[in-house]
């Protein structure tokens, strides 16, 4: 079948690997007013029975390790929410609450825990759900629970090794994480067991007063796997129709709950795999199965039959998990990315005069990097959408809303975009957090109250970076006498070069927001800001301080090889602060595949219109990474003809050429695939073959070296004060007790301010 939108979502794809060239679409990441006091934001709308304060949507965070491992939401959860509705937004959702325990053995662990909060165990999760329903409304917000069929063929396969029982899919679908898995089709009975516990989890939901449910049908999970003919090839059965498995769930809940109560669907347009991989969709193993994906035109005819079966609001997003970073769109995508999926949805609706059962206009909520308040206010004047969603925003600042609704933009923390301390955190087995805000998902143990200084010390802060500026403003609201050193002219540390590049639109907001920050708490408190100023001992001897703390950064790391001490070899951070460096260089050689070097990359040939190949030793490209920040930039890294060579390290460097040993066994992974993700380091994969050593030499033309091998803590000074006892207190924290992410820096430096 021919998709006539197919056009419409290749331009989407495509452009988001150079979006940031257009100066007007870089202007609406920016953190202005110039719309305020946003009538259509802060006016309030009807879903059904229930009326929305505002148009502004707290979108799923997952609430992965939140509650008690029974399931039951306890005071770390309740206060998580609670903040978000103090802070203004008028409707909560919570992250996914799986109803197929015992059916999709993935959301369950081994005796019968799970990570997932829960509300189908027994009636003793119930106390938790009624706890956080009145939490909420206590400040005027609705919360709807997000409520999934499963997880399927996204679900950990660590299921095959602890239980011995495949993951399941909508037909024999290969595991995402583990392709050579495979999951088994769920039987019909199987398929209407979950309706049924659905039904039921949503008439409890109603029980424990939760205004609504909102179904996670989108991004390729179990609800999506049934319901898109890219995973459901049934050939026979109740549920070889595609739209089946999604119009009876929403059938049961109507049934379970009555006319009135509010059923949201998320879903995506398009899974835009064929504009994402093109030919690839014919050639790789685990993405042949998907070819025949669900059309947009058949995702509208979905949605028509849906608001038939009762579902009263939907939002809309593109991608899944084959291409991680169109759901979870990273720093380097652009604002307001799916703004035309909400408006195309918009006005097919129109068109078709779709209402709900209440006979009300069906809402379309736009999600996608919208936390910058002008950009979400014209999308509802513009009629775009009905409502705007924002959910790693009201990660990095709960009181977004109220900010927002106060004209007090310049105030709000901005999200970075960074994804460490929210997706890949609880990836890893954390909860969600915030690289920001310190206080995320801590807010049952960090009171937003700071507690006064008993004793009022003079304090010296050495380095205004993340970890500066949170330690020297925590300290100083606290009834310190802060002064805050930095060498430089400006507050931000290597934050400033890190934004220089335009698709780190997201980290300049940031830098702007710590300057406001700083001068904002001088002029409220004791705290004074020494900038071009550099602390030694001697200084911070004679001023006589009761503290001290440095947080003076890293300092970058070169390999030891011959001719690294080259003219033309540079420091990625140098040549940031001075890209003028890059003019006369048409081919650039950058060493080092993680973050810094690919993001490196990415701005040389984008940017400065360079030949750019970079050289990582490891066998992965940006290892460490949030799989949606990782697949972003090796996707359009390919896109725009870098070179990626990994198992590659650098043996020497010449006036025009590097010398490198490369592994060329066919047994390398290949650098580019983005189509599945790495495996942490403490998961194994039994199934991977290994890589074997077939070593030769390469020369590659290189008229530039860009450094990016990694950093060592500057922790000199700090020993040096330490020696010397420039103060009874003397702590190391940030980049200079470990080089890590700001999401460290952010949390040291507010704990140690606590701390004094």
Not at 13 to 38: I, S
Not at 169 to 183: G, I, L, Q, T
Not at 439 to 445: A, I, S
Request: proline residues 8%.
């Amino acid at each position: 079948m021919t998709d006539p939108y197919q056009a419409l979502i290749q331009q989407l794809v495509d452009e988001y690997g150079q979006w940031f060239q257009d100066e007007t679409r870089l202007a609406q990441g920016q953190m202005t007013d110039n719309l305020y006091p946003y009538p259509m934001l802060f006016s309030p709308i009807q879903v059904n029975g229930v009326k929305l304060k505002n148009r502004i949507v707290m979108g799923p965070m997952g609430n992965i390790n939140m509650a008690e491992e029974t399931g039951r939401p306890n005071d770390k959860m309740i206060q998580y929410f609670a903040e978000r509705a103090k802070g203004g937004v008028g409707l909560i959702t919570s992250g996914l609450v799986p109803t197929s325990h015992g059916i999709d053995p993935s959301v369950t662990d081994v005796a019968g825990l799970s990570y997932f909060p829960r509300i189908d165990r027994s009636r003793t999760v119930l106390s938790g759900w009624r706890d956080l329903a009145e939490s909420v409304h206590a400040y005027g917000a609705r919360f709807f629970i997000q409520l999934t069929p499963g997880l399927g063929r996204v679900g950990s396969p660590e299921c095959l090794l602890k239980k011995w029982k495949l993951p399941v899919s909508a037909s024999w679908n290969p595991n995402f994480y583990m392709p050579a898995v495979p999951c088994r089709p769920l039987w019909g009975r199987e398929c209407r067991r979950i309706i049924r516990a659905t039904g039921q989890a949503a008439a409890d939901a109603k029980a424990c007063l939760i205004d609504g449910v909102y179904l996670h049908g989108h991004e390729g999970y179990l609800l999506e796997q049934m319901s898109n003919t890219a995973f459901n090839r049934r050939r026979w059965g109740r549920f070889a129709n595609w739209q089946t498995f999604g119009i009876e769930l929403v059938q049961e809940i109507r049934d379970r709950c009555g006319p009135a109560y509010p059923i949201m669907y998320r879903i995506d347009l398009s899974l835009a795999l064929r504009e994402t991989y093109g030919a690839r969709m014919n050639q790789v193993r685990s993405l042949r199965p998907f070819r025949r994906e669900r059309s947009v035109a058949q995702t509208l005819d979905y949605m028509h039959n849906l608001v038939r079966a009762g579902v009263d609001m939907f939002d809309v997003d593109l991608g899944c998990y084959d291409n991680w970073w169109l759901p979870h769109p990273p720093a380097p995508m652009p604002p307001g990315c799916f703004l035309l999926a909400a408006q195309l949805v918009k006005t097919d609706f129109a068109e078709h005069e779709v209402q709900s059962n209440a006979g009300l206009p069906v809402p379309i909520v736009a999600v996608g990097k919208l936390g910058y308040p002008d950009l979400a206010e014209r999308a509802l004047q513009d009629s775009q959408c009905d409502m705007v969603m924002l959910a790693r925003p009201l990660l990095a600042d709960p009181y977004w809303p109220q900010k927002a609704f106060a004209g007090q933009v310049r105030e709000i923390i901005p999200c970075i975009g960074d994804q460490e301390a929210c997706i890949n955190e609880f990836i890893h087995g954390g909860h969600p957090q915030c690289a920001v805000n310190p206080r995320t998902g801590f807010e049952d143990v960090l009171p937003d109250a700071l507690a006064p200084a008993p004793r009022p010390k003079r304090v010296a802060v050495v380095g205004a970076g993340p970890a500066g500026v949170m330690c020297a403003c925590t300290a100083a609201q606290r009834g310190h006498d802060v002064t805050l050193f930095e060498q430089r002219d400006a507050v931000g540390g290597t934050l400033i070069p890190g934004s220089v590049p335009r698709f780190k639109f997201d980290v300049a907001n940031y830098v702007a927001y710590l300057d406001e920050a700083v001068w904002a708490c001088a002029r409220e408190h004791k705290l004074a800001l020494r900038l071009d100023t550099r602390a030694t001992v001697d200084l911070l001897q004679q001023e006589g301080f009761d503290a001290v703390v440095l947080c003076i950064g890293a300092r970058p790391s070169a390999p030891p090889v011959p001719g690294i001490d080259g003219p033309h070899v540079v420091q990625a951070v140098d040549l940031l602060r001075d890209p003028a460096r890059a003019d006369r260089a048409k081919h650039v050689v950058v060493v080092g595949g993680g973050d810094v070097g690919c993001e490196m990359a990415y701005f040389l040939v984008g940017e400065r219109d360079k030949a750019v190949t970079v050289i990582e030793m490891l066998p992965y490209f940006m290892a460490d990474s949030c799989s949606a920040n990782r697949g972003y930039l090796i996707h359009y890294l390919e896109q725009a003809g870098v070179m990626l060579l990994n198992c590659t390290r650098l043996q020497s460097i010449q006036e025009n050429t590097v010398t490198v040993v490369r592994n060329v066994s066919p047994t390398v992974p290949d650098p580019y695939v983005t189509w599945a993700p790495v495996l942490p380091e403490n998961v194994k994969n039994p199934l991977a073959r290994p890589i074997k050593v077939q070593e030769q030499e390469q020369t590659l033309s290189a008229d530039l070296v860009v450094l990016a091998a990694g950093a060592r803590p500057d922790d000199a000074l700090y020993e040096a004060c330490v020696q010397a006892r420039v103060a009874p207190e003397i702590h190391n924290i940030g980049d200079s007790f470990a080089p890590g992410r700001v999401f460290e820096a952010t949390k040291a430096g507010y704990a140690v301010g606590r701390l004094l």
